[in-house]
């Protein structure tokens, strides 16, 4: 681009296409008539271009002008937009927003997101809601959220939203460090203990429900539905010594820690996105354009 084009150059050309001629042009953007006459000369020559045909009844855009004023009002309209969103931190900053997200997300990259949003808009009170698929999406659809996290769901229950993928993420299934199975890598081995298995309303059931059935596995005798975090750590490292079926986020800290161990089991299948779901057709506030985003922010820290 031409560094010598300056705003008051497309402000001038985009005005005078507006007004249809230099005179009304002037008069509404407070200029002389031989001042706006001099700034189109001076954008003409720089684009080696003729924008405008003038003659006593006013003005007409030649067909360069026709193309150029399309990019024109864009770049105007971009940078009133950004004045805008500027303006409207402050806003922000003493806004409040809703977020829903899911355990793995709420584990792994929620803290993060906040963690950035604060700094950001620190006066900002912030409602964090966790639970399962099917119940944040009906929230989010009847307003109650403002914005949910996590991972994509079938198309009929994603008819309305907009989703905007983070990541990719897995299923893991771990057990504690001193399980029998500990290390072992058969998913048909697990059938002996307590499975926690993931509920009909999570959204990676479907996903652990197919790697069941490519491996052949049917429903195991002794099998607890919960999407519970909490639950899943007591029921795993308690005396009971559960199998867990999870999404990696939600023991990703676990597993590194060394409190939970992963069986080498392939769960390539349940690979699913994760990302920002919110209401296709509406315009976000400003709190909440501002903590999409802080979660982009964070997902781009920890790429």
Same mark, same amino acid.
């Given at each position: 681009?031409?560094? !010598?084009?300056?705003?008051?150059?497309?402000? &001038?050309f985009v005005?005078?296409?507006?007004?249809?001629?230099?005179?009304?042009?002037?008069?509404?953007?407070?200029?002389?008539?031989?001042?706006?006459?001099?700034?189109?000369?001076?954008?003409?020559?720089?684009?080696?271009?003729?924008?405008?045909?003038?003659?006593?009844?006013?003005?007409?855009?030649?067909?360069?002008?026709?193309?150029?004023?399309q990019f024109?009002?864009?770049?105007? #309209? &971009?940078?009133?937009?950004?004045?805008?969103?500027?303006?409207?931190?402050?806003?922000?900053?003493?806004?409040?927003?809703?977020?829903?997200?899911?355990?793995?997300?709420? #584990?792994?990259?929620?803290?993060?997101?906040?963690?950035?949003? !604060?700094?950001?808009?620190?006066?900002? $009170?912030?409602?964090?809601?966790?639970?399962?698929?099917?119940?944040?999406?009906?929230?989010?659809?009847?307003? &109650?959220?403002?914005?949910?996290?996590?991972?994509?769901?079938?198309?009929?229950?994603?008819?309305?939203?907009?989703?905007?993928?983070?990541?990719?993420?897995?299923?893991?299934?771990?057990?504690?460090?001193?399980?029998?199975?500990?290390?072992?890598? !058969?998913?048909?081995?697990?059938?002996?203990?307590?499975?926690?298995?993931?509920?009909?309303?999570?959204?990676?059931?479907?996903? $652990?429900?197919?790697?069941?059935?490519?491996?052949?596995?049917?429903?195991?005798?002794?099998?607890?539905?919960?999407?519970?975090?909490?639950?899943?750590?007591?029921?795993?490292?308690?005396?009971?010594?559960? $199998?867990?079926?999870?999404?990696?986020?939600?023991?990703?800290?676990?597993?590194?820690?060394?409190?939970?161990?992963?069986? #080498?089991?392939?769960?390539?299948?349940?690979?699913?996105?994760?990302?920002?779901?919110?209401?296709?057709?509406?315009?976000?506030?400003?709190?909440?354009?501002?903590?999409?985003? #802080?979660?982009?922010?964070?997902?781009?820290?920890?790429?």
């Open positions: 681009m031409d560094r !010598r084009i300056k705003f008051r150059h497309l402000e &001038a005005g005078i296409s507006r007004a249809g001629s230099l005179k009304q042009a002037a008069m509404q953007l407070n200029l002389t008539q031989p001042a706006i006459s001099k700034t189109l000369r001076e954008l003409e020559d720089f684009l080696g271009a003729r924008l405008m045909a003038r003659d006593r009844s006013g003005v007409a855009l030649t067909p360069q002008g026709e193309v150029f004023l024109a009002q864009q770049s105007l #309209a &971009a940078l009133q937009h950004g004045l805008t969103s500027l303006a409207s931190l402050g806003t922000a900053a003493a806004g409040h927003v809703s977020i829903g997200a899911l355990p793995s997300v709420a #584990a792994k990259l929620l803290p993060a997101a906040v963690s950035h949003f !604060r700094a950001l808009a620190p006066g900002a $009170v912030i409602q964090v809601e966790e639970g399962p698929h099917s119940h944040l999406v009906e929230r989010l659809r009847s307003g &109650a959220l403002d914005l949910v996290v996590g991972r994509l769901g079938r198309p009929e229950a994603m008819t309305g939203l907009s989703f905007t993928q983070l990541y990719s993420e897995h299923v893991v299934v771990v057990v504690s460090p001193d399980h029998p199975l500990a290390g072992k890598g !058969r998913l048909t081995d697990i059938s002996a203990y307590t499975v926690l298995y993931p509920p009909p309303n999570a959204a990676i059931r479907p996903l $652990v429900d197919r790697m069941m059935i490519a491996q052949g596995i049917a429903q195991f005798p002794d099998r607890i539905e919960s999407a519970s975090g909490a639950f899943g750590r007591a029921m795993t490292l308690g005396p009971i010594r559960a $199998v867990w079926i999870i999404s990696h986020g939600v023991v990703e800290a676990d597993i590194a820690a060394g409190r939970l161990v992963p069986l #080498a089991i392939e769960t390539a299948i349940t690979a699913g996105p994760v990302g920002i779901m919110a209401r296709a057709e509406e315009d976000p506030s400003p709190t909440t354009r501002l903590f999409r985003h #802080a979660l982009i922010e964070a997902q781009n820290d920890g790429s």
